[in-house]
């Protein structure tokens, strides 16, 4: 039980390190100044890097779900 923790952990981490990277690296230079996230600010910079980051977690559950 205690590896399946550290490797959930583990999997959400990825996601949130490689989310960001897609969004500030290649995504938000790109858009438009009112959709890029403002720091210490809720906004649809913020909505649109947590969606990337939700993506790549789902996907990736996906993936082990379909490799057992």
């Known amino acids: 039980m205690q590896s399946n923790l550290w490797r959930t952990l583990l999997r ?3 996601a949130i390190i490689v989310g960001n990277l897609i969004y500030y690296l290649l995504l938000a230079p790109y858009l438009p100044l009112a959709a ?3 720091r210490g600010r809720v906004d ?3 909505v649109i890097d947590f ?4 993506a790549i977690w789902g ?3 996906l993936g082990v779900r379909r490799s057992r």
Request: net charge positive.
């Open 44 to 46: 649809i910079g913020l």
């Open 59 to 61: 996907g990736s559950q």
């Open 12 to 14: 959400v981490l990825v």
């Open 36 to 38: 890029r996230h403002q």
């Open 51 to 54: 969606v990337i980051c939700l």
